[in-house]
């Protein structure tokens, strides 16, 4: 089923997430905390640090506390909603939103993220109603069209969401959403001509939408440019290599093209993105009714790495480490994601965990010996490498990594050391026996230099034999 939100930005007072989706949504800021009680004050504060940092568990105990204090305060409420939306507890999102517009029907940014919740729920008629009164009380935001229109759109009700499109295009004739969304009602209505043109309209505004290019060559399919639609999926492939749709299509125009082995390879391709698409719905709909299910967590991060989705992985672990905090294969994990994302402090801090847990736990000594190479604190790093090699001896990764921290330092013994290990275990790793050949240098063992400066040339010499 296509992804029908870009809600909550989330929307929510935190700031916007990325990600690739289609319902839009204002950004939206917090109403400011009225203060009834200092004790309050504190909890509502200490929510909003942890979600800041995406600890969503803590932040829902922190602004529950916060609400035995202070029971008819209305941004407790909205952001104890927001906290449980990314926790994937819809139903608990819906509940403080909807005693929010209880109190204050004005309340554009919890209207806004009902409306959201809706859509997430499948429930389209009670979305619409809710979009409406978005629309009545932001009428100058051109998103709050956009997403009527979406759902409109969703539910087949053309007309409807032309006619929302038309009010946002007033407002910006310029914004390649709209472009899309109609591309899409003409497609719907096997108008390809018109859906061509808008389709290329909207790349025109926004060449960086993978899915506007599958919707094109979708489209040119269906006109019979069975080239033109190869590239176009070739283009999608090339900024989203992970989403099924394009590798589906792509299959198609290249069996039309009489690229038949080609299009047995891509049709594979896309068979085993369909499975892993199909994993991460499962585990969504899991995590609807069980939100505090956290291996079912666990196992959505290890899905979002198949696809390559990062950034999502991370949050998964991150909130299974919330749920099972004593689980240091979660805190090593994250650790790793984030090490991908380069945000080397919080992976430090998360294989401190995962250590702190498992004080033996040797991947975890090497992993946080990576993250001090890549922050350039060589002391650091080589602590943790040299504590990974009482675990892990033979590791041939460990020891490279301390090899070069060794030659490094001009330790070239400890270096030479190193790398005999590593080749014991990688008998071909080349830049390896180069590094060696070089150390042994060092140290004036001028004949063991050769042997290894002759293997080098050899190796070398085969690897040119093999790609010729």
Known sequence: ???????????????????????????????????????????????????????????????????ELDSTNIDLRYNLGNAYVYQLNYAQAIESYLWVLERDSTHVSARNNLAAMYVKQLNYTQAIIERRKVIELDPGHITNYYDLAFVHFIRGEYPESLQLIGEGQKRAPDDPSFHRLLGRIDF???????????????????????????????????????????????????????????????????ARLGKREESQQVLAE?????????????????????????????????????????????????????????????????????????KYEKAIQ????????????????????????????????????????????????????????????GEYEQTAEALERVLKARPKFLDARKKLAVSYLKLGRIEESRKQAEMVRQMEAEAGDSVR
Request: aromatic share 10%.
């Open 188 to 254: 719907k209505q096997r108008k390809f001509a018109e859906a061509l043109d808008a389709f290329k309209r909207s790349i025109e505004l926004d060449s960086t939408d993978a899915a506007t290019f599958t919707e094109l060559a979708k489209t040119q399919a269906k006109l019979k440019n069975y080239q033109e639609a190869a590239d176009a999926c070739r283009r999608s492939i090339a900024m989203a290599p992970k989403e099924k749709e394009a590798h589906f299509v792509l299959a198609s125009a290249l």
């Open 270 to 342: 896309f068979r085993g993105l369909e499975q892993l698409h199909d994993k991460v719905e499962d585990q969504l709909r899991m995590l609807g009714n069980e939100p505090s299910d956290h291996e079912a967590r666990a196992m959505l991060g290890l899905l979002y790495i198949q696809l390559e989705r990062i950034p999502e992985a991370a949050e998964a672990y991150r909130l299974a480490t919330q749920l099972a905090p004593d689980s240091m294969r979660y805190h090593n994990n994250l650790g790793n994601l984030y090490l991908r994302l380069e």
């Open 1 to 67: 089923m296509v992804r029908v939100l870009r809600f909550l930005g989330l929307a929510l007072w935190v700031g916007a997430c990325g990600g690739p989706t289609e319902e839009q949504a204002p950004q939206i800021e917090i109403k400011p905390f009225v203060d009834s009680g200092m004790d309050a004050r504190l909890h509502f504060d200490r929510g909003v640090a942890f979600a800041a940092q995406g600890r969503y568990t803590e932040a829902v105990d922190a602004y529950l506390q916060a609400i």
């Open 350 to 409: 998360a294989y401190a965990e995962a250590l702190r847990l498992a004080p033996d736990y040797g991947k975890a000594h090497y992993n946080l010996g990576q993250a001090y190479l890549r922050l350039q604190n060589i002391p650091e790093a080589r602590r943790s490498l040299i504590e990974a090699r009482k675990y892990l001896p033979e590791d041939a990764d460990v020891n490279y990594f301390l090899g070069l921290i060794f030659a490094h330092g």
